[in-house]
């Protein structure tokens, strides 16, 4: 920690993808003006490859991408979705099964395989196909979360999200406009959300016209060129 720190501290600009993690650093006792604010770029052209497959008229799908780890909160998604129809929704869950074993174990256990299905790993170059299958994408986490790129890349999809109120999450997402905020580890709470989801369809639509434009790659990399040069010109030693 020391050895990071001091690192940090030599550092002329530090970068964050999201406003939360500057506040963390702040309150570490970091100088605000020393940061820069500015989200993650993305392949858009990867996401937006593959063709939007039109929405289901009976189930909305629901897609969870990302750890199988305990922190990510996927347990309490796999409970909160015990109970709604399995003709009326539908829960992909994709990760890597084999990094938590005994976790995995847990979620086969708690999930009800009538409406939910385990799809292992999915590599990064077909994760727009799966989300040009998806109406709501999931983040339930338990810890703080900085800036999931899960979240761009369902935006970018035009796809909406319903997330834990946690961390970054609550910055990514706004409530009622692009998505939908649930409190953390609240299984009660989680399951209203989703029922509320799929039992109004139309505010699916709302929610996906509401997603702002997604910064790609080429702009990320302008952005940080840009700070590369205002320092080299500041400094040219």
Known sequence: ?????????????????????????????????????????????????????????????????????????VHILLKAFCGIPPEEAELRVYGDPTVFPDYVDLLHEVADPRNTSFEGSVPNEEVGGVLAGTDVVVVPSLWYENSPVVIQEAFAAGVPAIVSEIGALAEKVEDGRNGVLCVPGDVSDWHSKLRWLVRDRCLLDVLSAGISPTQGIDCHTAHVLGIYLELSEADPA
Do not use: C
């Open 1 to 73: 920690d020391r050895l990071v720190r001091r690192a940090a501290m030599g550092a002329d600009v530090l970068i964050a993808p999201s406003r939360f993690l500057i506040e963390q650093y702040v309150e570490a006792g970091f100088t605000a003006d020393r940061f820069r604010y500015l989200e993650n770029g993305i392949d858009v052209a990867r996401i937006r490859h593959f063709a939007r497959e039109a929405p289901s008229e009976d189930r909305v799908r629901f897609t969870y991408l990302g750890s199988l780890a305990w922190q990510k909160g």
